[in-house]
């Protein structure tokens, strides 16, 4: 699934560096408190324990950049977009912030949204600036192999290409939709961006390529709920099909 790496990159980055950088063993097990937690409720308020104990800590941004995904898993965008700023205030160049930001502000939006623009502006600039970070992104940990971090940063990457799929998406620029889908799956294959490629190819014009890639996810091992809006939009490309003769 698209973004494990991210919460696997999240704690250990939590883990590994507390001896180095806390500035008391209270710290630490703050910081600790944030990568143990088991729910996203429990994430965001050991976030806001740290927070409020150590202003001037030095995981300030790690710790921001765990509360806006908690917030996203829970489904509060606001929440979210406001925890992935204040992630991005503190590291401009955080990652995991930026993804997680794009992905917020391009979430739900519709074609004739008064704000349309703004949010879409926003979410190519998180994006693309998540990209720029993960160039010269170094290990967050020096445990990780390098294959272990190359997976991980390709996770990122086709989290940020996929965003800008759907930015163009909205944007009906198809061809561009394509082409951001290809590469995310490139960096890391996931069923639901292959059925977002289908859409885009279907509203292309390219049925039968999509109909392929639809088919690929009906027979792979993707959840039920996925299979489910895979077969939907191959019942939609049929249909556009046929009214096309």
Do not use: C
Request: glycine share 4%; net charge neutral; proline share 2%.
């Amino acid at each position: 699934m698209r973004m494990q790496y991210l919460m696997i990159a999240l704690a250990l980055t939590a883990g590994m560096a507390t001896a180095q950088k806390a500035k008391s063993n209270k710290e630490i097990e703050a910081v600790n408190a944030i990568a143990t937690a088991q729910t996203p409720d429990d994430r965001i308020n050991a976030v806001e324990n740290l927070l409020s104990k150590y202003k001037d800590t030095e995981f300030k941004a790690i710790a921001l950049s765990q509360a806006a995904q908690a917030a996203q898993a829970k489904g509060d965008q606001i929440a979210g977009i406001n925890y992935a700023n204040r992630a991005i205030e503190a590291d401009k160049n955080n990652y995991q912030a930026l993804i997680v930001l794009g992905q917020l502000s391009v979430q739900g939006v519709r074609e004739f949204d008064l704000d349309k623009d703004e949010k879409l502006a926003r979410a190519t600039k998180a994006s693309n600036d998540a990209l720029t970070a993960l160039k010269s992104a170094q290990k967050p940990n020096p445990k990780l192999s390098d294959d272990q971090w190359n997976g991980i940063r390709k996770d990122y990457e086709a989290s940020a290409h996929e965003t800008l799929g759907l930015v163009a998406s909205v944007q009906k620029k198809y061809d561009v939709a394509v082409a951001e889908y290809k590469i995310a799956l490139e960096d890391a294959p996931d069923a639901t961006t292959m059925v977002r490629l289908a859409s885009a190819y279907d509203d292309s014009g390219k049925y039968d390529d999509a109909t392929a890639l639809l088919d690929k996810v009906a027979a792979s091992t993707a959840p039920d709920a996925v299979k489910k809006v895979a077969l939907s939009e191959k019942q939609r490309a049929e249909k556009m099909k046929a009214a096309k003769k």
